[in-house]
């Protein structure tokens, strides 16, 4: 079943989702987090860090990262992490799982990725951000469309769309690895946030259409408890 809750514009969407995240974080003190990197999550994080909300039991595991990139290197999803939800958050140390962009061996990582969040005893709420092209995490359109974490070789429509946070496309890095389909899927819940008219049509897929790995993100439309938080930009007029 997938819930939607509409938010007027960026900033509204940020508190909408960010409420939900307490909520849960009073339901369940040592919840585990997925959390998402990119535009969308910042007001998310922003207003959590004007909450001050006590974290100090909360696991947080990320959906993806980015292959050759240290966690020291601006662009990383580790470094956004540290800046802006393990640091002001008060995340401790070993509570903060990340695959390591500089492992030697991809999938040796990946193993070791999902054994660490079987252990923790699975995601309780998973984060969404959506991709223009329908993908969530870093799984791409194409015909595989249910794995575990898995190294991806990333699209040039996603290059050109993670961009901005680097200098071109081109410095963008080819590969990174991410949690899979499977991996988010097993998620307790699962809460989707998407901002703007530029996500409007993967957005529409999830609302009206049938599952399909051209779309990644419509496999949501298979798990029992989905949240989509969205402003009215993305929404389009349509709810
Ligand atoms: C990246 C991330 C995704 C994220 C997407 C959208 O590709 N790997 O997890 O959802 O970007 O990001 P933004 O919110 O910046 O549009």
């Known amino acids: 079943m997938v819930e939607i809750i509409r938010a007027e514009n960026y900033e509204e969407l940020g508190q909408i989702a960010g409420e939900q995240i307490l909520r849960q974080v009073e339901e369940k003190r040592d919840s585990v987090l997925g959390l ?5 999550p910042r007001g998310i994080y922003r207003y959590l860090a004007e909450k001050k909300p006590d974290l100090s039991r909360v696991r947080t595991v990320n959906l ?52 660490q969040i ?7 709420l998973q984060l969404l951000g959506l991709g223009e092209n329908g993908h969530i995490g870093f799984n791409e359109p194409g015909p595989a469309f249910v794995c575990d974490t898995h190294k991806v070789c990333l699209s040039p429509e996603t290059r050109a769309a993670n961009s901005r946070f680097f200098g071109s496309p081109e410095e963008v890095p080819r590969y990174a690895l991410t949690m899979g389909i499977r991996t988010i899927m097993r998620a307790r819940r699962i809460l989707l946030v998407v ?45």
Request: proline share 6%; aromatic share 8%; glycine share 14%.
């Open 36 to 40: 998402a990197t990119g535009g969308t």
């Open 64 to 115: 993806d990262e980015y292959l050759g990139l240290s966690g020291g290197d601006p662009r990383s999803y580790h470094y956004y992490m540290k800046e802006y939800v393990w640091e002001p958050l008060e995340i401790g140390r070993e509570n903060r799982l990340i695959p390591d962009g500089l492992c030697q061996d991809a999938e040796e990582e990946c193993r070791r990725y999902e054994e």
């Open 118 to 124: 079987r252990a923790l005893g699975g995601i309780d």
């Open 195 to 239: 901002s703007g008219g530029k996500k409007a049509k993967a957005l529409q897929a999830i609302m009206g259409g049938g599952v399909t790995p051209q779309i990644p993100v419509t496999i949501l439309l298979l798990h029992p408890r989905v949240t989509v938080a969205a402003d009215a930009a993305a929404l389009g007029g349509k709810f």
